[in-house]
């Protein structure tokens, strides 16, 4: 198995521009979630997705955000205008949905917004 | 409300015994999870434990859970400098979002 992956691994944008990155989940890991980590924090929860049903969105999650999962394999997040503040770690994690207590993340994407 | 806390750092020696303790105030999680980060890495999923249990163990690793006090500790034994890293302790509700606190430095002397 070869875990889940994501792309690209570091983005450098100015701000107001648009970035999208991408998740691969485990094969056949139905459980798809987003968290973002800053420097010194644990990671927050964004949202998740089951196939490609998005159950869930945390208040962090403000309308310049968007996330897709149109086949239930890959997801794409879309960060639209970006700000400074956006300037993190976003991690990615599947699970199955009847071991979905065991969430395996992928090694993360930096954006770094100047 | 949920809340995970951790202290921040804690420093070994080599050989030593490390214990990371952690609360949380949701009742009403399910399972309680350890993850370790190394730099510039994702998270490394250690171990998790049911509520309904009080303590599990899987070679170095003990987990203790006093569901009373909501309080929830990591014990490494023989520390080892390659278990340096940030270690985070995490709550959950019948598997969904995982909520984490803000993480462990571990230091390990040699």
């Known amino acids: 198995d070869t875990g889940v992956s994501q792309d690209p691994r570091h983005k450098i944008t100015k701000r107001g521009q648009n970035v999208t990155f991408r998740c691969d989940p485990i094969?056949?890991?139905?459980?798809l979630y987003w968290y973002r980590q800053t420097l010194g924090q644990g990671p927050e929860f964004l949202t998740y997705?089951?196939?490609?049903?998005?159950?869930?969105k945390s208040r962090l999650l403000s309308d310049r955000f968007s996330a897709e999962r149109p086949k239930g394999s890959f997801s794409t997040l879309e960060i639209q205008r970006t700000e400074q503040g956006d300037s993190a770690m976003y991690l990615c994690?599947?699970?199955?949905?009847?071991?979905?207590?065991?969430?395996?993340f992928g090694p993360g994407t930096r954006l770094t917004v100047t | 409300g949920e809340d995970v806390e951790q202290s921040l750092f804690l420093s070994v020696r080599e050989g030593d015994s490390s214990v990371i303790n952690c609360t949380y105030t949701?009742?009403?999680?399910?399972?309680l999870y350890w993850y370790k980060q190394e730099p510039g890495a994702g998270l490394q999923l250690l171990t998790y434990?049911?509520?309904?249990?009080d303590m599990k163990q899987d070679q170095r690793l003990t987990v203790l859970l006093n569901k009373k006090d909501k309080h929830l500790s990591l014990r490494i034994a023989d520390t080892q400098t390659g278990d340096s890293a940030i270690y985070f302790c995490a709550e959950s509700v019948n598997g969904g979002k995982l909520i984490f606190g803000q993480g462990t430095t571990l230091q390990v002397k040699p």
């Open positions: 434990i049911f509520s309904n249990m």
């Open positions: 949701d009742s009403s999680s399910t399972y």
């Open positions: 994690a599947s699970s199955l949905s009847t071991y979905s207590y065991e969430q395996y």
């Open positions: 094969s056949e890991h139905n459980r």
């Open positions: 997705f089951q196939n490609e049903a998005q159950l869930e």
